[in-house]
């Protein structure tokens, strides 16, 4: 069951922060790739994960990273972020200052209870202002552990690579210290989907995170009222695996139709079951959205 066999997991990381503050940026110089030049115009659309390895005093530890937007338009992805998230890193650029979605994203985070660090980002600019970010951030209930408060703030650019380390450490360390990070990989899998869509050559193609156990191809998967057989899963470097266990987002291919961002998922033994399941769920949010026609139509007969 659930209770027992829990083995350790890596955390879950989810960047928030106010639009352009550097949060692709700063995930792409920890993976070292270019998925920040790739995107349509540097505005991040949608939710990537990735898992990167790193070290902390020698030893290997892996962290997984979800990417969200900072535009004002995706206020719903930066909560689902939250919920499926152990740790908030909050961006903010440092010549620029605690914006609205800077306050939006801690809201949902503290919503949600979860640990926040604070990357106080793009350092190398001029006026650049780390001190100001910290009296800032005061107002909101995060005090800087250097003026005796419990959160940990890290200086950094982004750009030039300065302080990742320091920034990873901070994440490990509150990983460490205030989270008890242990599922159970030795069952079906459930976790959530974080980003879903229509892609022309693969069909509807889901980012998962596994929460608990491990998903497999060919095991039978629902998401919300969307259902199929896990037929390929494709990591961040777009390679086949075969398997995720606990905190490992994934790509999936084989649903029959695009799952909703937010939606949980599981697997179950049969084909049959997860399309009964789905089909079932289909009918309820039909019949709540015909309910809600009807209000409409007859708050309308009364106008
Ligand atoms: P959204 O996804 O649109 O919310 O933006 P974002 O927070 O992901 O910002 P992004 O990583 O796209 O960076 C915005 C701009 O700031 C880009 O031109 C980056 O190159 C630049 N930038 C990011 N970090 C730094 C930094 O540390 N220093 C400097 N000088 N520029 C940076
Ligand atoms: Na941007
Ligand atoms: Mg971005």
Redesign the pocket.
Known sequence: GDEDDLQARPPVVTVM?H????????LDTIRKTTV?EGEAG???QHIGAYQVATSLEDRERLITFIDT???EAFTAMRARGAQATDIAVI?VAADDGVMPQTVEAINHAQAAAVPIVVAV??I??EGANPQKIRQQLTEYGLVAEEYGGDTMFVDI????GTNIEGLLEAILLTADAALDLRANPDMEAQGVAIEAHLDRGRGPVATVLVQRGTLRVGDSIVAGDAYGRVRRMVDEFNEDILEATPSRPVQVIGFTSVPGAGDTFLVVEEDRTARQIAERRAARNRAAQNAQKRKRISLEDLD
Do not use: E, F
Request: glycine share 16%; proline share 4%.
């Open positions: 922060g639009v352009d503050h550097g949060k692709t940026r700063l920040h540097g505005i991040t937007p900072g535009h961006v980002n793009k190398d600019k650019s982004a750009k030039q």
